[in-house]
């Protein structure tokens, strides 16, 4: 027979354990995000010419702006990485990935909305060849991905706040 006590810590034990799963589960999750907005803009920095060329198929990106997010951008994305991958400000971080992802999105789908298949110089040549195969739909579907990634993440780490608070008021009981 089961006393109350004995119930009380095997529950704990069980949210212990689902706790854990949910922090290495957020924790790939926006690891996955945060890598490749580090690829993205190492690609860019490699190749600035081609991606400062691919902004002007953007026509929502003022011609004077343009040279400035085609050095800076670049160099977000690549901090971005850092603060996550050097525990600087992750929080912030996640933040603004999901923030610049939905801008991003939202502009590409702006513009295919006005019948424009801006160029995407993401990756660099990477994306250059699943544009020849999967035409816009890969931008759309990669940046709708990462947005569940990032709100995955961010829905199991506050869950798992959810489970610590009422593990630890049950406790008090």
Same mark, same amino acid.
């Given at each position: 027979?089961?006393?109350?006590? $004995?119930?009380?810590?095997?529950?704990?034990?069980?949210?212990a354990e689902a706790t854990k799963w949910r922090g290495?589960?957020?924790f790939l999750c926006t690891s996955t995000c945060f890598a490749i907005f580090g690829l993205a803009? =190492?690609? &860019?920095? !490699? @190749?600035?010419?081609?991606?400062? @060329?691919?902004? %002007?198929?953007?026509? !929502?990106?003022?011609?004077? +702006?343009?040279? +400035?997010?085609? #050095?800076?951008?670049?160099?977000?994305?690549?901090?971005?990485? !850092?603060?996550?991958? #050097? /525990?600087?400000?992750?929080?912030?971080?996640?933040?603004?990935? %999901?923030?610049?992802? +939905?801008?991003?999105?939202? %502009?590409?789908? *702006?513009?295919?909305?006005?019948? =424009? $298949?801006? @160029?995407?110089?993401?990756?660099?040549?990477?994306? %250059?060849?699943?544009?020849?195969?999967?035409?816009?739909?890969? /931008?759309? *579907?990669?940046?709708? +991905? !990462?947005?569940?990634?990032?709100?995955?993440?961010?829905? #199991?780490?506050?869950?798992? $706040? @959810?489970?610590?608070?009422?593990?630890?008021? /049950?406790? &008090?009981?």
């Amino acid at each position: 027979m089961t006393t109350p006590h $004995r119930t009380l810590v095997l529950w704990a034990a069980s949210c212990a354990e689902a706790t854990k799963w949910r922090g290495i589960t957020s924790f790939l999750c926006t690891s996955t995000c945060f890598a490749i907005f580090g690829l993205a803009g =190492i690609a &860019k920095v !490699l @190749d600035t010419a081609a991606f400062g @060329d691919s902004l %002007a198929s953007w026509q !929502l990106i003022p011609r004077p +702006v343009a040279p +400035v997010i085609a #050095l800076t951008l670049p160099l977000g994305e690549i901090a971005l990485c !850092l603060m996550w991958f #050097l /525990n600087l400000a992750r929080g912030t971080a996640q933040v603004i990935g %999901a923030l610049l992802l +939905v801008v991003y999105t939202a %502009a590409y789908c *702006v513009h295919l909305a006005m019948g =424009i $298949r801006p @160029d995407c110089q993401c990756l660099g040549r990477v994306v %250059a060849y699943l544009y020849d195969r999967n035409e816009a739909l890969w /931008n759309v *579907v990669r940046n709708g +991905v !990462l947005i569940g990634l990032l709100a995955a993440a961010w829905l #199991l780490r506050r869950g798992e $706040r @959810d489970l610590i608070t009422q593990t630890e008021a /049950n406790a &008090k009981r």
